[in-house]
């Protein structure tokens, strides 16, 4: 089955630095990629997601690459804000609806004033 | 905006009793889940539902777990007899047909003395 990995586990920013998150996952007929935050005690919300035909799309601040051939994929976010602060999953599918989310372990990310 | 809405937000019971999470999807959406996350971990996913079935569970959905559609608008998760390592927030999620995002709701905290 799928294996998703991302790292690093923590990372800590100054206030208006970039952030990189990295996954790789393992099954090669994954083709949908999102992100998710999850603020503490709070739900997992999508960010942003990329699927397979693509290599990058962007959302003002936020970005994600993906390297099919590489099976890694990465979000990218630009004059980083403490309300950035929280926990980003990256998640692996066949996207088709009834296909899982495969969830990386988290990267907390802290962004100091 | 419309959300995917869970009760209780937080139960607590005692070994080996019987718990059901309930969950009410997004009216349009055709395909359900239950995730759980324990405490400073990842999301892990329990089980898919769709067309009134399981599509697919994962090694932690055993027999001690459920899942039903009783009315066309709740979906419930039945634990029969709740262990110790059952202790987690068990979050819902549904989605369109083909879209592969997942809406989850805001959890419910279960602890498990």
């Given amino acids: 089955g799928e294996n998703v990995e991302q790292h690093p586990s923590t990372l800590s920013v100054q206030e208006g630095d970039s952030a990189v998150i990295k996954c790789t ?6 083709n949908y990629f999102p992100w998710y935050k999850q603020e503490l005690g709070k739900r997992p ?5 990329i699927r397979s035909n693509v290599g990058e799309k962007k959302d003002q601040r936020i970005a994600v ?11 990218h976010i630009t004059e980083t804000q403490p309300e950035d602060s929280a926990v980003y999953f990256c998640a692996a599918s066949r996207e088709g609806g009834s296909e899982k989310l495969v969830f990386g372990k988290g990267t907390k990310l802290t962004v100091n004033p | 905006e419309p959300e995917v809405t869970q009760t209780p937000s937080h139960q607590v019971t005692q070994m080996g009793q019987e718990v059901i999470l309930r969950c009410v999807p997004i009216s349009n959406h055709l395909y359900f889940y239950w995730y759980r996350q324990i405490l400073g971990q990842k999301v892990e996913f329990l089980v898919s539902f769709y067309n009134n079935e399981i599509s697919e569970k994962s090694e932690i959905f055993d027999d001690q777990f459920s899942v039903e559609r009783p009315d066309g ?6 634990i029969r007899s709740t ?3 059952d202790s987690a927030m ?11 995002e997942l809406f989850f709701g805001e959890g419910s905290r279960l602890t498990v003395l």
């Fill in chain 2, 90 to 100: 068990y979050f819902c999620a549904s989605s369109v047909l083909n879209t592969g």
């Fill in chain 1, 25 to 30: 996952y393992s099954d090669s007929a994954s």
């Fill in chain 1, 45 to 49: 919300q999508l960010i942003i997601d």
């Fill in chain 2, 73 to 78: 608008s709740n979906f419930t998760l039945k």
């Fill in chain 2, 83 to 85: 262990k110790l390592e």
């Fill in chain 1, 65 to 75: 690459t993906l390297n099919k051939t590489a099976k890694h994929f990465s979000l």
